[in-house]
């Protein structure tokens, strides 16, 4: 007689469990004077698990995380998935309205936060009436569990039924076009993704990595933190990405692998630094959120001819990895978001839903393991988003026959001039031109006549000779067909943008 086989469940804390009797004593994680192992790391996060379930939470509850990039911002993320509660990242540069709204719509029942942050959670109708903990609070019991070795250097057993099915996190929506609704991400789904992440992205053990870009992220954590701790590599965890620090962090710590948004590769583009400092170790450079400008990239690949760019699509309902365009397809599919990854299957329809041929402009939708069950608590909104299995992107595409896809505009983004539909990149591509333009962001403002007004917003070189909003016209009118010439064009010092890097056009149409 043989035994029924076990079902193994496999979650985002198991990874780190396997990372743990793999790699032992390997550097998993640096921030600031701190370094931990991958010994330590697992033995940190059965600590982390071990301190949250003490206060009282218990399976499925939700843990609000409001804090700037820390290893223990990682822990409490790792903490939550190996004690069965579900990690909800928050944004840390909301605050009143749009913090407790997030707070609210979850049911937290613990908000962690940074000391300096804490008076905007408690400032909060939700943070006045839920415990709030600060990060700080974690570390002792870390620190002392990191101590302990054991034979096999990882934590086998915890205590912890957790399932591959269960809630890890709920992952909300950037908020750049409406309220954030919260995608309900297994730990299957997130699992799935990383899997993605290794397959497209050349990740390995020798990679040493920054990451600068915020952890509430979905593209910092998912992309890239969590299935670069699945492959053993080195990580280091920075604040913030200021250019010059991360120049001289490039050169000192011989770093070879970079994420970023394209507005902070055109911020270290345009520093006096990137000429000076060695950066010879650098191969590997990945950006996503929005178009990298084609020029900024030239002057990146002209510099630093041996690094390969990777560029990155997709959104936080499929945890978010959906596409890449890898180094090798960058010169024959300029502006491509790339084909998809190992785990999403797409298709382009019309608006009635159906199947477009190659090369024809619809909407892309999704269907995959990756991707979330719905939104917390908004059915209606999740009955809107999927259709058959589909999820409906909201994002304007071309696909051609060997699945390359080159993203025109949000659905929802496009402009409406005069009945004629825009596509704002392809304008703000041609601006970019200027050499005088350092940043530029094209929307529509509604407008009597024109339905939308085509406008640019354009900031302006430090130090370089002013530009005029004719120069800019003419610019475009050189370039472009008559009606896609913007009608205004505003000068700025800076664009709005979330702490991801993403440009906000919702308001720029404010203004």
Not at 106 to 128: F, K, M, N, Y
Not at 161 to 171: C, E, F
Not at 250 to 273: C, G, H, K
Request: hydrophobic share 40%; net charge negative.
């Amino acid at each position: 007689m043989t035994s029924a086989p076990l079902h193994f469940s496999s979650t985002v804390a198991d990874m780190i469990r396997r990372s743990s009797g793999r790699f032992g004593s390997a550097t998993a994680l640096e921030f600031a004077d701190r370094t931990w192992s991958y010994h330590e790391l697992d033995r940190a996060v059965t600590a982390m698990a071990d301190t949250l379930r003490s206060r009282g939470l218990n399976r499925g509850d939700r843990v609000g995380a409001y804090g700037k990039n820390s290893d223990l911002y990682v822990l409490l993320y790792l903490g939550c998935a190996r004690a069965g509660l579900i990690h909800v990242p928050v944004n840390f540069q909301l605050k009143a309205e749009e913090l407790d709204y997030i707070l609210d719509n979850a049911d937290v029942a613990l908000v962690v936060t940074d000391t300096d942050l804490r008076p905007h959670v408690e400032a909060t109708p939700t943070g006045a009436s839920v415990p709030v903990s600060e990060f700080t609070e974690f570390l002792e019991p870390a620190l002392e569990a990191a101590k302990h070795d054991s034979s096999a250097g990882s934590e086998a057993v915890t205590g912890y039924d957790v399932a591959d099915d269960d809630i890890a996190q709920l992952l909300f929506t950037s908020g750049t076009t409406s309220a954030p609704k919260g995608a309900v991400m297994t730990h299957r789904a997130l699992v799935h993704e990383y899997l993605s992440c290794l397959q497209s992205l050349d990740f390995a053990d020798t990679d040493r990595v920054v990451h600068a870009l915020p952890l509430y992220h979905s593209a910092q954590m998912h992309v890239f933190l969590l299935p670069l701790l699945a492959v053993g590599a080195h990580n280091i965890i920075v604040p913030a990405p200021v250019p010059e620090t991360l120049l001289e962090i490039f050169e000192s710590r011989r770093i070879n692998s970079f994420f970023a948004a394209p507005t902070v590769w055109v911020a270290l583009a345009n520093s006096p630094d990137l000429e000076t400092r060695d950066l010879s170790n650098l191969r590997k450079a990945y950006y996503g959120a929005s178009i990298m400008p084609g020029p900024v990239l030239r002057k990146l690949r002209s510099r630093l001819p041996e690094l390969g760019f990777y560029n990155c699509f997709g959104q936080s309902e499929l945890g978010p990895l959906c596409t890449v365009l890898r180094p090798e397809e960058h010169d024959d599919h300029p502006g491509s978001a790339g084909r998809s990854v190992l785990f999403v299957e797409t298709r382009v329809v019309d608006d009635a839903g159906n199947d477009l041929a190659p090369g024809e402009l619809g909407e892309i939708l999704y269907r995959s393991p990756q991707l979330c069950e719905g939104y917390w608590r908004k059915p209606e909104a999740t009955r809107d988003a999927f259709t058959d299995g589909w999820f409906h992107s909201g994002d304007l595409v071309r696909m051609d026959e060997n699945g390359f896809v080159e993203v025109i505009d949000r659905v929802k983004d496009v402009i409406n001039t005069g009945g004629v539909l825009v596509a704002s990149r392809q304008v703000e591509d041609v601006i970019f031109e200027l050499p005088t333009v350092a940043e530029v962001a094209v929307v529509g403002v509604a407008d009597e006549r024109w339905i939308e007004a085509i406008t640019a917003f354009v900031v302006v070189k430090p130090g370089a000779e002013a530009l005029t909003e004719a120069e800019v016209i003419d610019h475009v009118k050189g370039r472009l067909a008559g009606f896609k010439v913007p009608k205004r064009v505003a000068f700025i010092d800076e664009l709005p943008k979330n702490s991801s890097g993403k440009i906000l056009k919702r308001r720029l149409r404010e203004v």
